[in-house]
């Protein structure tokens, strides 16, 4: 079982920066890839970036690639995102997500969302 807390949305202006935090409780991290995803008002779920927790390797949606960054803390069992160069279109609920590495790879766990507001 994995359980996954977000924090850190809010409202910025367009280009600022905001930081978002997972905090996840699972048994063997490793087994997990980490993902972020964000649903906008009318529009379908859509992914953002991934890190696996076990090397660290990340991907990224084409639509913030060189502008938001994922990483994890191990120490402290926590995925961010940064945020940067903010638009008004990454305006959305992001949401934290967990998937297996292996098997059936499939956002199986997710968080309840915090919301971020991009300000033009």
């Known amino acids: 079982q994995v359980q996954l807390v977000e924090s850190g949305g809010g409202l910025v202006l367009a280009g600022g920066s905001l930081r978002l935090s997972c905090s996840v409780s699972?048994?063997?991290?490793?087994?997990?890839?980490m993902g972020w995803w964000r649903q906008a008002p009318g529009k379908e779920r859509e992914f953002v970036a991934r890190?696996?927790?076990?090397?660290?390797?990340?991907y990224y949606a084409d639509s913030v690639k060189g502008r938001f960054t994922i990483s994890r803390d191990n120490a402290k069992n926590t995925v961010y995102l940064q945020m940067n160069s903010l638009k008004p279109e990454d305006t959305a609920v992001y949401s934290c997500?967990?998937?297996?590495?292996?098997?059936?790879?499939?956002?199986?766990?997710w968080g309840q969302g915090t919301q971020v507001t991009v300000s033009s």
């Open positions: 890190i696996n927790w076990s090397d660290g390797s990340t």
């Open positions: 997500a967990a998937r297996p590495v292996r098997g059936i790879m499939k956002y199986n766990y």
């Open positions: 699972a048994r063997t991290l490793s087994d997990y890839a």
